[in-house]
């Protein structure tokens, strides 16, 4: 029987993950991770039940306090501000305490995946001042192997404008910060396709879109994290989230003015199975 062209690509990128050991930008299983589908702007939904239930808590999360910075990413972005990263929600509260910011990352999202989130209610009458972009790796890491430089470039700057007109679509006063992708140390070919998208969507830098590129001060120039940056060659330490915290403070002051003594964002969401985790008893 000849397979379709789906199972095959399908069949492609499952090898390739287990042939190359790529690293996820993700706290969850691999086998929960939808592989990009072949249209790089259709959204695409987690089917997982971690992934589910996540989901309801960020639109409960939505509907809480107030909302004035809205970041949205996949695990880069998720650790950030999470209650299962103790450490770096400290680093979160310290920066960003009087700015009413909340986070919607989650782990493992590909762009279709966050496309799904934004268009399935998570920024439905929010109405942030700001929203901070941190997607795509998941696509550099999982996009299909036969396809040539070129086409993996076109196809995540595609995906990445999409975002792009969701958020101005939902929250049309908002200013966008779109971040550059981050470094990737787990397979050098990458840092060439993530090199060429950031030089792409520099481009749609305007009035309500602005661009910010952290990673000459993550990486040296061949991008490979400096001492401490990085705990796996793909996250942020929280060292490296107070170099992203150092590039996004004056723009949120340009922006938003000083931040206030009080902060009404609502309270931090983390990863459920992580809950149950501690929740659960250890067998002895």
Same mark, same amino acid.
């Not at 520099?202 to 910010?212: C, D, I, P, S, T």
């Given at each position: ?27 969850? *299983?691999?086998?929960?991770? *939808? ?10 939904? &987690?089917?997982?039940?971690?992934? &589910? !239930? ?10 809480? /306090? ?31 305490? /009087? ?19 934004? *268009? ?63 470094? &990737? ?20 830098? @305007? ?20 001492? @401490? ?47 149950? &985790?501690?929740?659960?008893? !250890?067998?002895?």
């Amino acid at each position: 029987m000849i397979l379709s062209a789906a199972i095959r690509f399908a069949l492609l990128c499952s090898l390739c993950e287990a042939a190359t050991n790529t690293v996820v930008a993700s706290p969850i *299983k691999a086998s929960s991770i *939808k592989a990009p589908s072949v249209d790089p702007t259709a959204p695409v939904a &987690r089917t997982d039940s971690n992934s &589910r !239930t996540a989901h309801d808590q960020l639109l409960e999360k939505a509907k809480k /306090g107030r909302i004035d910075v809205y970041f949205v990413g996949d695990s880069i972005t998720r650790r950030w501000g999470a209650t299962d990263y103790p450490d770096f929600l400290v680093n979160w509260k310290r920066n960003f305490h /009087g700015w009413n910011a909340a986070n919607f990352g989650w782990g493992g999202d590909t762009i279709q995946n966050i496309l799904w989130r934004l *268009k399935n209610g998570e920024l439905d009458k929010v109405n942030p001042k700001v929203i901070v972009i941190m997607a795509g790796t998941n696509n550099v890491g999982t996009v299909d192997p036969t396809a040539d430089d070129e086409t993996k470039v076109a196809d995540i700057e595609k995906g990445l404008k999409a975002v792009l007109d969701v958020c101005h679509e939902k929250a049309p006063e908002a200013v966008v910060i779109l971040m550059g992708i981050t470094p &990737r140390n787990d397979k050098q070919a990458f840092m060439t396709i993530i090199n060429k998208v950031n030089e792409r969507i520099e481009q749609f830098a @305007g009035k309500r879109v602005r661009f910010l590129s952290i990673n000459d001060k993550l990486a040296d120039k061949e991008g490979k994290f400096l001492e @401490g940056m990085s705990p796996d060659r793909l996250h942020l330490s929280a060292k490296g989230y107070q170099v992203w915290a150092d590039a996004l403070k004056p723009l949120f002051k340009e922006l938003l003015g000083p931040p206030g003594k009080d902060d009404l964002a609502p309270p931090p969401t983390g990863d459920p199975s992580a809950a149950d &985790r501690t929740a659960t008893p !250890t067998k002895k």
